[in-house]
């Protein structure tokens, strides 16, 4: 954990990931600066670039954040965020990913984003992933002669 003014999970999880400043800036496209300053919790991380960063370290926003989870852990001093923000957050952040892993330069990427985040904000949330029993095929049963 970063103990500077502003403590975040930052600089653990880039070492967990063995991912530099430099890399991971360019990842998220910011100066190597301002992660720099995060990491060292000389500047406060906020929620909507912990979503940016957080899928290329593995991690959740919370994580980054040091949001309490669900198991209870010691609260943050750190706005909390939504899941659905974090996750509608992530899911704009990996298309940019993968079109960058595609080739597309950043005019065209300058294009797109816009609109990428402008439709993930507008989708509805999904709702919840589990699955039950009874929505999973169910095998056949033997007849009895």
Not at 5 to 17: E, I, S, T, V
Not at 68 to 94: L, Y
């Amino acid at each position: 954990m970063t103990k500077g003014k502003f403590p975040n999970g930052l600089r653990r999880a880039m070492d967990a990931k063995g991912v530099g400043l430099t890399e991971l800036a360019k990842l998220v496209d910011t100066a190597k600066q301002n992660i720099e300053r995060w990491a060292n919790g000389e500047r406060a991380l906020k929620p909507d670039m912990a979503a940016r960063i957080a899928p290329f370290l593995g991690v959740t926003a919370g994580q980054l954040l040091l949001l309490p989870n669900e198991d209870g852990a010691a609260p943050s001093t750190q706005p909390r965020i939504s899941k659905d923000e974090v996750m509608k957050e992530a899911a704009a952040q990996n298309l940019r990913a993968a079109l960058i892993a595609y080739g597309v330069d950043k005019g065209q990427l300058a294009t797109l984003m816009p609109v990428i985040e402008t439709f993930v904000t507008k989708a509805k949330p999904a709702q919840s992933e589990q699955t039950g029993s009874r929505d999973l095929p169910q095998p056949a049963t033997p007849r009895r002669a």
